[in-house]
């Protein structure tokens, strides 16, 4: 038995080489390698240059090799916003958007988050380990090996920590690595209907010190949105969570013009998120700070929504990241490869902007950049292969996985000629 793998006669090896999010034009260096090849010993990236170097200073007797004739190799995706937790299914509320209603109105009348809060709180942890195994191997299919899950499906103590315990489960259970964000202001219960500022006291109160104290999460978030959660109350919230070391996040900008993206800069948030109405202000105050833009076209195709700046984004100096925000009522999807082609086809990214989009600026926007999100000698060997040639073949196989094999942290996990899931 070899002691660890050689991945070799790769057509591109695409590093995404780096150690930190990249910024506008940075965004379009992949770093190729050509007829490439890596090296994994102990579940990290030993080597990577062409085969013919590789080969020089590694025995292959030694590994057990993959012939990568043909074949691209990339970093693992990751999908840095998700919220893949939940109970119940929106199946008839879709059908409602299809013909014109209008996401808010549906949530006024019951539907929407409070739908999903419902079925969430009445789903057991078993139903929800069953149903997040189902999704991460999905997930997997697509080459995504860290995902970041919000809770906020719950809107009470007891279910909010239910869903953070369960994500905690399923990253010790499944190979994708699965960071937890804390998302209990993602709508006001019916509970607190019209108190918007008292459950905000609420969550500061009795949720986030036991969140923060039993390291449930490692982010907050906060829907920062028109008619759910102000700026001021956004601000309240989250400089509570950065006092008590948790890091930021902000669902900022998406249906109005708020303020959002110019709060998660005022407050150093990691990412601010979705963004499709972020004003030029905004815009500018992410690029002249490290927040990553998170962008998530598969959301606006499915709401019938204008498509965010990301073109415009990237031109003035942003870190733009792409997520699927997989969820169960306004995106219910786990596939990278519509993201990539939304990305490309209607937000005018590069197919190179893209990839480094869902790699290691993904990996800034759960600060892990440092760790995953390229192929670079010292980091987890998270590492893709597709069946095809290029990674241009992504965006152009629309919707479609083009990933045949999947190793994570050093083991091969996904293999679609030996069935799929190896794990």
Same mark, same amino acid.
């Not at 809770?151 to 007891?158: E, M, V």
């Not at 979705?274 to 992410?286: E, K, N, P, Y």
């Given at each position: 038995m070899g002691i660890g793998i050689l991945i070799k006669n790769a057509s591109e090896v695409v590093t995404c080489s780096g150690f930190k999010a990249k910024h506008g034009k940075e965004m379009g260096d992949l770093h190729v390698i050509?007829?490439?090849?890596?090296?994994?010993?102990?579940?990290l990236v030993k080597a990577v240059g062409t085969t013919e170097e590789i080969l020089g200073m590694h025995r292959e007797v030694d590994y057990e090799v993959i012939d990568a004739e043909g074949k691209a190799i990339l970093p693992g995706f990751v999908d840095s916003h998700t919220h893949f937790v939940f109970g119940g299914y929106r199946a008839e509320e879709f059908s409602w958007r299809l013909r014109g209603d209008k996401?808010?109105?549906?949530?006024? $009348?019951?539907?929407?988050?409070? =739908?999903s809060v419902k079925s969430t709180r009445e789903a057991s942890k078993g139903q929800l380990m069953d149903a997040g195994m189902k999704r991460l191997n999905s997930m997997l299919s697509f080459g995504? /090996? /860290?995902?970041?899950?919000?809770? #906020?499906?719950?809107?009470?103590?007891?279910t909010e920590i239910k869903q953070l315990e369960v994500m905690g489960e399923l990253d010790k259970a499944h190979p994708v690595d699965v960071i937890r964000t804390f998302m209990g202001a993602h709508a006001v219960p019916a509970e607190f209907s019209g108190r918007g500022d008292d459950y905000i006291g609420y969550l500061i109160e009795s949720v986030l010190p036991y969140v923060a104290d039993k390291q449930l999460a490692e982010f907050c978030d906060v829907f920062c949105e028109d008619n759910v959660f102000s700026v001021e109350q956004s601000r309240k919230l989250l400089a509570k969570a950065k006092d008590m070391?948790?890091?930021?996040?902000?669902?900022?900008?998406?249906i109005v013009q708020l303020g959002g993206a110019e709060l998660a800069a005022e407050l150093g948030a990691v990412s601010a998120d979705?963004?499709?109405?972020? =004003?030029?202000?905004?815009? $500018?105050?992410?690029a002249e700070s490290s927040v990553v833009s998170t962008l998530l076209p598969c959301t606006a195709f499915s709401l019938k929504e204008s498509f965010a700046k990301g073109r415009e984004m990237i031109? $003035? #100096?942003?870190?733009?990241a792409l997520a699927t925000d997989f969820n169960p009522g306004s995106c219910f999807t786990e596939s990278t490869a519509l993201v990539f082609a939304l990305a490309c086809i209607q937000m005018n990214l590069s197919i190179e902007e893209a990839i480094t989009a869902l790699t290691i600026n993904g990996a800034a926007a759960v600060n892990r950049a440092a +760790?995953? #999100?390229s192929i670079d000698t010292g980091?987890?060997?998270?590492?893709?292969?597709? +069946?095809?040639? =290029?990674?241009?073949?992504?965006?152009y196989h629309v919707g479609v996985s083009t990933v045949e094999k999947v190793i994570k942290c050093g083991k091969l996990v996904f293999d679609k000629e030996r069935g799929g899931i190896l794990c």
């Open positions: 050509h007829n490439g090849a890596v090296v994994v010993e102990d579940g996401y808010m109105d549906i949530m006024k $009348r019951g539907g929407g988050i409070a =739908s995504v /090996t /860290t995902v970041e899950g919000k809770s #906020g499906y719950g809107l009470d103590f007891d070391g948790l890091s930021l996040k902000i669902h900022a900008d998406e979705h963004l499709l109405q972020a =004003s030029d202000a905004g815009i $500018r105050a992410m031109d $003035r #100096g942003c870190a733009v +760790e995953i #999100g980091k987890k060997a998270d590492i893709i292969i597709l +069946e095809f040639p =290029s990674y241009k073949f992504i965006p």
